[in-house]
């Protein structure tokens, strides 16, 4: 298979909607997960409320359900990532009383495809409030959320971890005097290796574009100082291809937005600039998602075990994980069974054999209800296409808007090295 280098030219081309589909936007959030991308909210002719599902093998979209004492109300620049199975929406309330007594989290269950009640054990004054426009990225088993913007008092320079294990909150780090990005919003933030990247936002009124790095190990910032690179830019979006950190559009002003498209090299520590074989849009709060091999999600830092009262933790085997159970949430699990020559499995029609898949005699079986779910019915040429998707960068939404006009979708290649 060829490479896709950083170095060639990209190749942009907007994909047409035809079928139903939701209304262009922007300040929403997407995310991608097992080939298909998820997207909330944001603000069209109004704040919205609603919550669809992309197909790109078949250019399709399906609106899921977003109702109930489960489910995000309006939202607007919040974010969203997605972990073994779920899908974690932070923030982007509209500014009230009730919205700042409560933590603006909800749990959407990939499997299952609702929204599953969370119950956190972190008591209300040692976790972050509502926020908008702040960043968010996964690493390991964490969900790392940085700055934003809280009602009457600016920009944050908070930071949090949520443990997707456990749902609790914590502060990793210094969070005053220290050296770090400071208060900011509406920048962009990338996950690596162990590390998470941060770009650019806005200081108060003014743009930045300085670039941090947060190393999960060492547990410190560091300021990345290079000469090259993009302009002052808020609104923009950031994901990793392979090493390489890609930031693209943004702007100035909301007036402005751009459509540079910029490769960082993770390793050399130096940028470039993305040519385009083709007109690239111009966008401002939109959003980017990733979908191929190179844009898997990061599996976080080789740890050191940690100590607890001066001795190490038990060892906890997390080569299978199973998924996290929410109140409502059922299915999704791995299950091993052990069968004898006589409980073999028999299919439903009878078979001896049993079913496709199962060996007979004595063995263990694996079954992912999921995984299974994903391979039935209509959905079996869709997924197994996904499984096989090129690395394409897709740009959904953003300023300018057509509210009363179909989404843009515009889908970015880079060409053969």
Not at 222 to 247: F, I, Q
Not at 282 to 300: E, F, N, Q, S
Request: charged residues 20%; neutral net charge; aromatic residues 10%.
């Amino acid at each position: 298979m060829p490479v896709m280098s950083h170095g060639a030219p990209s190749l942009w081309t907007r994909l047409p909607q035809s079928g139903r589909s939701p209304c262009d936007r922007y300040k929403h959030a997407c995310c991608g997960y097992d080939g298909s991308v998820y997207m909330l909210g944001g603000r069209g002719s109004g704040c919205l409320r609603d919550f669809w599902k992309y197909s790109v093998v078949r250019n399709e979209w399906a609106e899921l359900s977003c109702v109930g004492d489960a489910a995000p109300e309006e939202v607007e620049e919040h974010s969203m990532v997605a972990h073994q199975g779920f899908l974690y929406v932070f923030g982007g309330m509209l500014d009230s009383a009730y919205s700042q007594s409560r933590c603006p989290l909800w749990v959407f269950d990939v499997a299952q495809q609702k929204w599953a009640i969370w119950q956190g054990k972190t008591p209300q004054a040692q976790r972050p409030g509502n926020r908008k426009a702040h960043s968010a990225v996964v690493l390991g088993s964490s969900m790392l959320l940085y700055g934003g913007l809280l009602d009457m008092k600016g920009s944050s320079q908070e930071f949090w971890t949520l443990d997707l294990s456990s749902m609790s909150w914590s502060q990793p780090g210094p969070q005053q005097a220290a050296p770090g990005p400071g208060p900011r919003h509406g920048h962009s933030a990338a996950a690596h290796r162990g590390c998470m990247y941060v770009f650019g936002g806005l200081k108060g009124l003014r743009e930045q574009r300085d670039f941090w790095r947060w190393s999960c190990v060492s547990r410190t910032w560091t300021s990345l100082r290079t000469k090259s690179g993009p302009s002052r830019l808020v609104g923009h979006s950031a994901l990793v291809h392979r090493d390489h950190m890609l930031v693209f559009g943004g702007g100035r002003t909301q007036s402005s937005p751009q459509n540079c498209l910029w490769s960082f090299d993770l390793s050399g520590h130096t940028w470039s600039q993305v040519l385009s074989l083709s007109g690239s849009p111009d966008r401002i709060h939109h959003c980017c998602v990733g979908l191929g091999r190179g844009y898997h999600a990061d599996p976080g830092p080789e740890l050191q075990p940690e100590l607890h009262e001066g001795r190490f933790r038990p060892f906890k085997n997390k080569c299978f994980p199973s998924p996290l159970k929410f109140p409502g949430s059922e299915g999704g699990a791995i299950e091993l069974q052990t069968f004898t020559p006589s409980e073999s499995p028999r299919s439903e029609a009878g078979d001896e054999s049993g079913p496709p898949g199962f060996w007979t005699g004595s063995c263990l079986t694996f079954e992912n209800r999921a995984f299974c779910r994903q391979w039935s019915g209509g959905e079996e040429d869709a997924g197994g296409a996904a499984q096989h998707l090129p690395d394409l960068l897709l740009v959904l939404g953003g300023r300018p808007c057509s509210p009363h006009q179909p989404i843009t979708v515009w889908q970015m290649t880079l060409s053969d090295s």
